[in-house]
Nanobody, 117 residues
Framework: VSVVESGGGLVEPGGSLTLSCVASGVPFDEYDASWHRQTPGKERELVAF????????QMMDSVKGRFTIAKDNIREVVSLEMNSLKPEDTGVYYC???????????WGQGTLVIVSS
């Protein structure tokens, strides 16, 4: 199984980035997906969640209206579109695939986002 994130980088406050998560080796359309982020000294936190079919999503309050999660079961990609970025959005962003019916989950290695002027 492989879960690989990409799209991180350095961006100025107010800017935008889109993260992508590509998975292989799993029945992608059977897995819920989520993005999490971790900053130094803090626990990893859930940022956005989307159901296996891609139709239902939830966002953390601090990113509502700015971030959008999407799941493409044809291309087998989960994306996180991030707009109006703030310095507090800085962190390592991780993609997680989870199938609660089989109690299995897979994490990517993370991609670093830095929001700074």
């Amino acid at each position: 199984v492989s879960v690989v994130e990409s799209g991180g980088g350095l961006v100025e406050p107010g800017g935008s980035l889109t993260l992508s998560c590509v998975a292989s080796g799993v029945p992608f359309d059977e897995y819920d997906a989520s993005w999490h982020r971790q900053t130094p000294g803090k626990e990893r936190e859930l940022v956005a969640f989307i159901t296996d079919d891609g139709y239902n999503s939830q966002m953390m309050d601090s990113v509502k209206g700015r971030f959008t999660i999407a799941k493409d079961n044809i291309r087998e990609v989960v994306s996180l579109e991030m707009n109006s970025l703030k310095p507090e959005d800085t962190g390592v962003y991780y993609c997680k695939l989870e199938d609660m019916s089989t109690n299995s989950e897979w994490w990517g290695q993370g991609t670093l986002v830095i929001v700074s002027s």
